[in-house]
């Protein structure tokens, strides 16, 4: 167990509905990370938080959005679903987002766009 | 481009087998840190090891090991006595320095090689 929660494990929706991914870090780490895996793309990193703020976007999508809340928990909003949104959604944490820490990361939230 | 390349896709052992997974690694940092990962097929992403790139002492834990090669730019994995537990997906990445950003640090993983131990 890494101390990093992602609720919920297992999400299915519709195309061009919106759904909301929570993270929850590993106590003490102030930089969150999502990443999205799907089958085509791999690993792919989508933004990361520090501290509540924004420190780093990498693949995201317009239709998607984050945020790092004061007690740290981060949510990922997707919004107008499309059927290639389907894919594992990880969340990760580390202390600081330096290029010494290592991210240790969430059990993943699986999105099925239908 | 940095990126990090696993050129194995898939490989298939008996158990007992020794079995080494290849990562080849590209990058123009002088200071970089290396990862390996392992992603069972209950999905989730399991820290196994960090080697900066300053420390090229071949690692053992178990019966796992890890040999680093600065000069082939190179961070093969190798799994001794495998065990159908050790079936998984395994990932290299190399943490990189996000353009435009100071002190900001992404992972860039490789495509992962899945590792099937049949008993």
């Known amino acids: ?114 | 481009a940095q990126k990090v390349t696993q050129a194995q896709t898939e490989i298939s052992v008996v158990e007992k087998e020794d079995v080494t997974l290849d990562c080849v690694y590209e990058t123009r940092d002088t200071t970089y840190y290396l990862f390996w990962y392992k992603q069972p097929p209950s999905g989730e992403l399991v820290f196994l090891i960090r080697r900066n790139s300053f420390d090229e002492q071949n690692e053992i834990s178990g019966r796992y090991s890890w040999n680093f090669q600065k000069s082939t730019s190179s961070f093969n994995f190798t799994i001794t006595a495998s065990q159908v537990v050790d079936s998984a997906v395994y990932f290299c990445a190399l943490s990189e320095a996000y353009q435009g950003t100071s002190g900001t640090y992404k992972y860039i993983f490789g495509t992962g090689t899945r590792l099937k131990v049949l008993a």
């Open chain 1, 1 to 114: 167990d890494s101390g990093v929660t992602q609720t919920p494990k297992h999400l299915i929706t519709a195309t061009g509905q919106r759904v909301t991914l929570r993270c929850s870090p590993r106590s003490g780490d102030l930089s969150v990370y999502w990443y999205q895996q799907s089958l085509d793309q791999g690993l792919q990193f989508l933004i990361q938080y520090y501290n509540g703020e924004e420190r780093a976007k990498g693949n995201i999508l317009e239709r998607f959005s984050a945020q790092q809340f004061p007690d740290l928990h981060s949510e990922l909003n997707l919004s107008s679903l499309e059927l290639g949104d389907s894919a594992l959604y990880f969340c990760a944490s580390s202390p600081g987002g330096g290029r010494t820490d290592t991210q240790y990361f969430g059990p993943g939230t699986r999105l099925t766009v239908l």
